[in-house]
């Protein structure tokens, strides 16, 4: 379980199809507090820790099913070396809930469609695909790319998000382009709300 609230930003180190796809993700963490099986969020996806490394520069190894890269946008943009990817490890009894609950189980893809500065900070408008729009509302929470934000507009399948620059500082957000495909993972409160309306509740 995570909170969207991004710790750290990764770097693709190495890539290996092995059956799976592993990756090799370099990290600002203090490793040797990473347990082998721990979970980290890495774009909002929750992937498991295999192997660590110290040295000049700390590393992690997760290994990434065929599925995992089929329903994120690993299969779609690709993980290349030396993207920059966010993180956030796994939350802890007793730690700030600064975000909204996110599994880090990715729902599906949105793409980027538009830009524009808004003062300071940067108004993204963001297509969600048919089957998931209906879940994102106004004022509500969603996790793009592991990190929890707030809506500011719904319409049809186009959400509107603002970045503040401490987000965009602190994110990979300050690198974000029109046609970017994102990893989107809905509101948990919003997915039993409507599987409740499914059933006439």
């Given at each position: 379980m995570f909170t969207g609230i991004i710790t750290d930003i990764g770097r693709i180190v190495e890539l290996e199809q092995r059956g799976d796809?592993?990756?090799?993700?370099a990290t600002h963490y203090d490793v040797a507090g990473i347990d082998l099986g721990a979970s980290i969020a890495c774009d909002g996806v929750c992937l498991t820790v295999i192997a660590t490394g110290a040295g000049p520069e700390p590393w992690f190894d997760v290994e990434i099913s065929a599925?995992?890269?089929?329903?994120?946008?690993?299969g779609r943009n690709g993980w290349g070396q030396g993207k920059r990817i966010n993180l956030e490890r796994a939350l802890k009894v007793g730690d700030e809930l600064g975000g909204h609950i996110v599994s880090g189980?990715?729902?599906?893809?949105?793409?980027?469609?538009?830009?524009r500065r808004e003062g300071d900070s940067?108004?993204?408008?963001?297509?969600?695909p048919e089957a998931l729009a209906g879940f994102i509302a106004p004022k509500g929470s969603v996790a793009l790319n592991g990190t929890s934000l707030t809506v500011n507009e719904v319409e049809g399948c186009d959400f509107g998000v603002n970045f503040i620059p401490h987000t965009q500082k602190m994110t990979t957000w300050g690198d974000v382009a029109v046609g970017q495909l994102v990893n989107l993972e809905i509101d948990t409160l919003a997915r039993y709300v409507a599987r409740l309306r499914d059933w006439g509740v």
């Open positions: 796809l592993r990756a090799r993700i599925e995992t890269v089929s329903k994120t946008n690993i189980h990715v729902d599906g893809v949105a793409e980027v469609v538009a830009l940067t108004r993204v408008t963001f297509r969600a």
